[in-house]
């Protein structure tokens, strides 16, 4: 055991010629001199990663913040387009409903003035068509009354040659005249 007593004294004063030569923090098991230099070191490359790193990745950011920024404000803005262009279809398509329906009505109208001016020309021709078919029948009923004059004519001219020619006895002209406008009707 004294040996043990030994030993843990032995460790006990060189702890506390450690800490003489440390200071208070060398008691916590932090050598100054590694920690100083650990500091510079860690100050170093913060400097290093704020110059090189931070602000080029931080300036990365912000650009992409603003083009985030700038494609929502045109998205908003498509989408305003879109919505003036839906009104403005909408505002083509009843103009051209009310266009179509105008030319329609128009084509009707059209049609309809054609439709009368047709029977009002066949009306016309039909018209002149009887009144030719009237002339027309007109000159043949003259022309069978000449005809049938002339027929007369030459049936009394013929009846009265017969009658002169045979004697004058009425009653033999009545029947001479009936037979030969008989043969004439035949």
């Known amino acids: 055991m004294s040996q043990e007593i030994q030993q843990a004294a032995e460790v006990a004063q060189e702890v506390a010629s450690v800490t ?5 923090i060398g008691t916590l098991g932090i050598n100054l001199k590694i920690f100083i230099a650990q500091l510079i070191n860690f100050t170093l490359v913060l400097l ?3 110059k090189w790193a931070y602000g ?15 494609s929502v404000i045109q998205a908003e803005e498509v989408e305003k387009r879109v919505q003036d262009l839906e009104v403005e279809q909408k505002q083509l398509i009843a103009t051209a409903k ?6 329609l009505e128009e084509a ?3 049609a309809d003035d054609r439709k009368k001016m047709l029977l009002e020309a066949a009306k ?4 002149g068509v009887v009144l030719q078919g009237k002339a027309q029948l007109q000159a043949e ?3 069978m009354i000449r005809d049938a004059r002339e027929d007369i004519a030459l049936i009394a001219v013929e009846a009265a040659r017969k009658i002169l020619t045979e004697g004058v006895d009425e009653k033999k002209a009545g029947v001479l005249a009936q037979k030969v406008v008989d043969s004439m009707s035949k």
């Open 20 to 24: 003489e030569a440390t200071g208070g």
């Open 48 to 50: 290093v990663l704020w």
């Open 56 to 70: 080029p990745i931080v300036k990365l950011l912000e650009e992409r913040q603003e083009k985030v920024a700038k």
């Open 98 to 103: 009310s266009e179509a329906t105008k030319i």
């Open 108 to 110: 009707r109208v059209s």
């Open 124 to 127: 016309k021709e039909v018209q």
């Open 141 to 143: 009923k003259e022309q």
